[in-house]
C-alpha cells in the first residue's frame, strides 16, 4: 500500500514564495507528480520527478529526494490564481496507477 | 488535440436509481482510468484499463458498480442502484502508452453527481 501525507491547507500573499511538502511511503517507486486543480475543474499536470534532485519550470519548482520519501512543490511570484488544491501524486512501480495524497489547498491573498 | 470528454457534467439522480457516465479519452491514448473524487479530498482510483482489459479494478465495488471499454476507446462508468454515499465527482483520465514519456495522466472535467 502507499501512504502519502501534504498539509490540508495554506495560505500566502501575492508575489511571495510558497512550498507546499509532500511525504510518501510506498513498497516500490517510479515517480512523483503534481497536480494542480481549480475549484469545479480537473486537475492539471504541473511537474514529474523520478530522480532526485530540482526539476524548474518557470514559477513552478519541484524536488525529490528518494532517500527520505519526501517531495516539495515550490511556487514563486505568486498570484491570485494560483489558489487551488495542489495534489501529490506517487506511481509505485512499473506503469502503474497513479496514487494521490488528499490535496493542500492554496489560498493566496492580496 | 482535443482532451478527455466525458458527459453528462452533473447528474442528479433520486437513491436507488441508476445512473451511467461516458467517456472519450484522448486519440491514442491505450490507458484510461476512471477516479473518484469527494470534496476536499484527492482523486481515488476506481478502475485502469489497458486497451480493453481491465487490469485494477480492486478498488471498484463490484456490487454496485460496473465498467467496460469496449473496443478499447470510449468507456462507460455504472452505478446501479446509487446510494448517498456515491455522491462525488467521477473523473476519467487517459495516458499514452507505456514508454513514450512519463505517462502523465489528462483527466476530463469529471461528472458531478448528486444523489437524493
Known amino acids: 500500500g502507499q501512504n502519502i501525507d501534504q498539509p490540508t491547507e495554506m495560505t500566502a500573499t501575492e508575489g511571495a514564495i510558497v512550498q507546499i511538502n509532500c511525504t510518501y511511503q510506498?513498497?516500490?517507486?517510479?515517480?512523483l507528480f503534481w497536480y494542480q486543480q481549480h475549484a469545479g475543474e480537473a486537475p492539471t499536470f504541473l511537474s514529474y520527478?523520478?530522480?532526485?534532485g530540482l526539476e524548474e519550470k518557470g514559477r513552478f519548482s519541484s524536488f525529490l529526494s528518494r532517500s527520505k520519501g519526501y517531495s516539495y512543490l515550490l511556487l514563486k511570484e505568486l498570484q491570485m490564481k494560483d489558489s487551488a488544491s495542489y495534489l501529490c501524486?506517487?506511481?509505485?512501480?512499473?506503469?502503474?496507477?497513479?496514487?494521490f495524497g488528499k490535496g493542500t489547498m492554496l489560498l493566496v491573498s492580496p | 488535440e482535443a482532451g478527455v470528454v466525458q458527459s453528462p457534467r452533473y447528474k442528479i439522480i433520486e437513491k436507488k436509481q441508476p445512473v451511467a457516465f461516458w467517456c472519450n479519452p484522448i486519440?491514442?491514448?491505450?490507458?484510461l482510468y476512471w477516479y473518484l473524487q469527494n470534496l476536499g479530498q484527492g482523486p481515488e482510483l476506481l478502475i485502469r484499463?489497458?486497451?480493453?482489459?481491465?487490469?485494477?479494478d480492486s478498488q471498484l465495488p463490484k456490487d454496485r458498480f460496473s465498467a467496460e471499454r469496449l473496443k478499447g476507446v470510449d468507456s462507460t462508468l455504472k452505478i446501479q442502484p446509487a446510494e448517498l454515499g456515491d455522491s462525488a465527482v467521477y473523473l476519467c483520465?487517459?495516458?499514452?502508452?507505456?514508454?513514450?514519456?512519463?505517462?502523465?495522466?489528462?483527466f476530463g472535467e469529471g461528472s458531478r453527481l448528486t444523489v437524493l
Open positions: 483520465a487517459s495516458s499514452p502508452t507505456k514508454g513514450r514519456n512519463t505517462g502523465e495522466l489528462f
Open positions: 510506498t513498497s516500490g517507486f517510479n515517480g
Open positions: 520527478n523520478v530522480l532526485d
Open positions: 501524486a506517487v506511481r509505485d512501480s512499473g506503469y502503474s496507477t497513479l496514487t
Open positions: 486519440s491514442g491514448h491505450n490507458t
Open positions: 484499463y489497458e486497451n480493453e482489459e481491465a487490469v485494477d
